[in-house]
T-cell receptor, first 113, second 118 residues
Framework: DQQVKQNSPSLSVQEGRISILNCDYTNSMFDYFLWYKKYPAEGPTFLIS?????DKNEDGRFTVFLNKSAKHLSLHIVPSQPGDSAVYFCAALVTGGGNKLTFGTGTQLKVEL | GAVVSQHPSRVICKSGTSVKIECRSL??????MFWYRQFPKQSLMLMATSNEGSKATYEQGVEKDKFLINHASLTLSTLTVTSAHPEDSSFYIC??????????????FGDGTRLSIL
């Protein structure tokens, strides 16, 4: 039972354009969401997060949007840079649930010159 | 920033061997560490929560006698895959909750261990 889903295994975007990575979840108990970025042969690194009491959080080129009614969140990267090429994981947790993360399957982003 | 070190990065061994993987928090104390497993083209799946000075908490379906976890200090947790078989071949990765007072502090991950059982 995949509670966090990233339906696009890959995404290709031109440098300078916007990258939009999508994530859907089914567990309505999730109230905190995170995006992690992973390069080959390295562990995931934390990128940005959002609490369910918000619908948007911005940090530099990265913005996460949350639509609770649709159980959907997205990560926007603008402008996209070649160094952004990586696998992006969406993760969710229930506050007070022991900080246990439930991950999506990841989206491979390729930013082309 | 906080760093988590995981060792070894790759293990290839024969069926029946027990394999130990170490996870260290390098510049902070971690009372809680997490162990995940990732099969090809699947998501990271939480196996267990490692608590310093107490027994690990295992997720449903994870055999605690197969995957032994020890968290003897505030900077080290170990995962031992006992009598490993080919179906245990996977990518194992640990994480530690970053220090801080926020309820949902992000986890910092090691670089993972690729385990291949022949």
């Amino acid at each position: 039972d995949q509670q966090v889903k990233q339906n696009s295994p890959s995404l290709s975007v031109q440098e300078g354009r916007i990258s939009i990575l999508n994530c859907d979840y089914t567990n309505s108990m999730f109230d905190y969401f995170l995006w992690y970025k992973k390069y080959p042969a390295e562990g995931p690194t934390f990128l940005i997060s959002i609490s369910s009491i918000k619908d948007k959080n911005e940090d530099g080129r990265f913005t996460v949007f949350l639509n609770k009614s649709a159980k959907h969140l997205s990560l926007h990267i603008v402008p996209s840079q070649p160094g952004d090429s990586a696998v992006y994981f969406c993760a969710a947790l229930v506050t007070g649930g022991g900080n246990k993360l439930t991950f999506g399957t990841g989206t491979q982003l390729k930013v082309e010159l | 920033g906080a760093v988590v070190s995981q060792h070894p990065s790759r293990v290839i061994c024969k069926s029946g061997t027990s394999v130990k993987i170490e996870c260290r928090s390098l510049d902070f104390q971690a009372t809680t560490m997490f162990w995940y497993r990732q099969f090809p083209k699947q998501s990271l799946m939480l196996m267990a929560t490692s608590n310093e000075g107490s027994k690990a908490t295992y997720e449903q379906g994870v055999e605690k006698d197969k995957f032994l976890i020890n968290h003897a200090s505030l900077t080290l947790s170990t995962l031992t895959v006992t009598s490993a078989h080919p179906e245990d071949s996977s990518f194992y990765i640990c994480s530690a909750r970053a220090p801080g007072k926020r309820a949902n502090q992000p986890q910092h991950f090691g670089d993972g261990t690729r385990l291949s059982i022949l």
